[in-house]
């Protein structure tokens, strides 16, 4: 297939109406001092301000924008997503709308990209703005989630990146309904580098990542890169038989031998407690697994697009 665009850029958008001039205009510069040929498509994701307006206004009066408009919120990773599977360029960039990841970087993401990488990936050198919880859970997250999968993520990018072509038709064609398109663009291996930034503050309005959704892409790394939360499990279960076991011998011991019962409210409702606990916490680890494959097997569409002015036959897959 012959590809339209030397560079395509996707910016998921949720109510970004304040950032999304200076966000166009930068871009904009950006990648047509380095080509015509460029594309710049909006996800609106279902954005409650005029955020839609504003990516009109800039389709309007330049034939290189393109939109596509969801048909309610589904979420950045899965905006991304619906970005992907209408591009049309050799390669392409994927940018927030706040101005936190500065559009110049495209430069040195699109000159390394030319040196013959498949995914250029901006990595942080610090994160302006992002409280220390956000930070620090980040950190720690990002540090386990590398432990327990068996490929190479790397540590201390966001999405902020540029992807070959042939990394945008790979994740074109995994048909997983949780995203998490850092950890599956590392999964398939190819040629990685990265460039240093500073990562900004928003510039306007605020995240858009409530800590329902943090925890929810978190977990949705976990679960669908690894299986080791299952492994834990059924090792906590193995060690506490053993434990309860020895515990068993030894209560029959003071019984008959050392002819002492143990008696105790405290003991009973301790080990009655903690089993509880434990069990709970087992049930939701394979509760996360079968909830995922719950979602896969009603194998419902992504998104729902409202509006475009990208045509059918744009469609890289
Ligand atoms: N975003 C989106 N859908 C959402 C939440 C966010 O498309 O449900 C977009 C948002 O407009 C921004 C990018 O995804 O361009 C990153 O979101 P945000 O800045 O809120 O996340 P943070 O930087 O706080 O992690
Ligand atoms: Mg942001």
Same mark, same amino acid.
């Given at each position: 297939m012959m590809l339209k665009n030397d560079i395509s850029v996707v910016v998921p958008v949720y109510n970004e109406y304040e950032n999304l001039p200076e966000l166009y205009k930068r871009v904009k510069n950006t990648v047509s001092s380095i080509t015509d040929k460029y594309q710049i498509i909006f996800v609106n994701d279902g954005s409650n301000d005029d955020s839609l307006s504003r990516i009109l206004s800039f389709a309007e009066n330049n034939p290189k924008v393109f939109y596509l408009d969801l048909s309610r919120n589904f979420g950045h990773q899965i905006a991304v997503t619906a970005g992907l599977e209408y591009c049309n360029a050799d390669c392409t960039v994927i940018i927030d709308s706040d101005l936190q990841d500065p559009p110049e970087l495209i430069f040195e993401l699109y000159s390394k990209y030319r040196e013959g990488f498949d995914v250029v990936y901006a990595k942080r050198k610090k994160r302006e703005g992002d409280t220390f919880i956000k930070k620090f859970t980040a950190k720690?997250?990002?540090?386990?989630?590398?432990?327990?999968?068996?490929?190479?993520?790397?540590?201390?990018?966001?999405?902020?990146r540029l992807i070959s072509n042939k990394v945008v038709s790979a994740v074109n064609q995994m048909p997983e309904q949780n995203k998490f398109l850092r950890a599956?663009?590392?999964?398939?291996?190819?040629?990685?580098?990265?460039?240093?930034?500073?990562?900004?503050?928003?510039?306007?309005?605020?995240?858009?990542? !409530?800590?329902?959704?943090?925890?929810?892409?978190?977990?949705?790394?976990?679960?669908?890169?690894?299986?080791?939360?299952?492994?834990?499990? !059924?090792?906590?279960?193995?060690?506490?038989?053993?434990? !309860?076991?020895?515990?068993?011998?030894?209560?029959?011991?003071?019984?008959?031998?050392?002819?002492?019962?143990?008696?105790?409210?405290?003991?009973?409702?301790? !080990?009655?407690?903690?089993?509880?606990?434990?069990?709970?916490?087992?049930?939701?680890?394979?509760?996360?697994?079968i909830s995922r494959i719950n979602k896969n097997v009603q194998k419902r569409p992504l998104y729902i697009l409202k509006d475009t002015n990208i045509n059918d036959t744009y469609i890289n897959s």
């Amino acid at each position: 297939m012959m590809l339209k665009n030397d560079i395509s850029v996707v910016v998921p958008v949720y109510n970004e109406y304040e950032n999304l001039p200076e966000l166009y205009k930068r871009v904009k510069n950006t990648v047509s001092s380095i080509t015509d040929k460029y594309q710049i498509i909006f996800v609106n994701d279902g954005s409650n301000d005029d955020s839609l307006s504003r990516i009109l206004s800039f389709a309007e009066n330049n034939p290189k924008v393109f939109y596509l408009d969801l048909s309610r919120n589904f979420g950045h990773q899965i905006a991304v997503t619906a970005g992907l599977e209408y591009c049309n360029a050799d390669c392409t960039v994927i940018i927030d709308s706040d101005l936190q990841d500065p559009p110049e970087l495209i430069f040195e993401l699109y000159s390394k990209y030319r040196e013959g990488f498949d995914v250029v990936y901006a990595k942080r050198k610090k994160r302006e703005g992002d409280t220390f919880i956000k930070k620090f859970t980040a950190k720690l997250y990002y540090r386990l989630l590398k432990r327990w999968v068996s490929f190479e993520i790397p540590l201390d990018a966001g999405d902020y990146r540029l992807i070959s072509n042939k990394v945008v038709s790979a994740v074109n064609q995994m048909p997983e309904q949780n995203k998490f398109l850092r950890a599956q663009i590392a999964w398939l291996g190819l040629k990685q580098a990265y460039v240093l930034f500073d990562r900004e503050i928003r510039k306007h309005g605020k995240s858009g990542y !409530s800590y329902g959704k943090m925890f929810r892409l978190a977990f949705d790394g976990i679960t669908g890169f690894s299986d080791k939360p299952l492994l834990l499990v !059924s090792r906590l279960g193995f060690v506490i038989s053993i434990f !309860s076991f020895l515990v068993i011998i030894y209560a029959i011991f003071a019984h008959y031998i050392f002819k002492q019962t143990i008696t105790g409210w405290t003991s009973l409702i301790i !080990s009655a407690m903690f089993m509880g606990g434990i069990q709970l916490l087992s049930i939701g680890i394979i509760g996360e697994y079968i909830s995922r494959i719950n979602k896969n097997v009603q194998k419902r569409p992504l998104y729902i697009l409202k509006d475009t002015n990208i045509n059918d036959t744009y469609i890289n897959s």
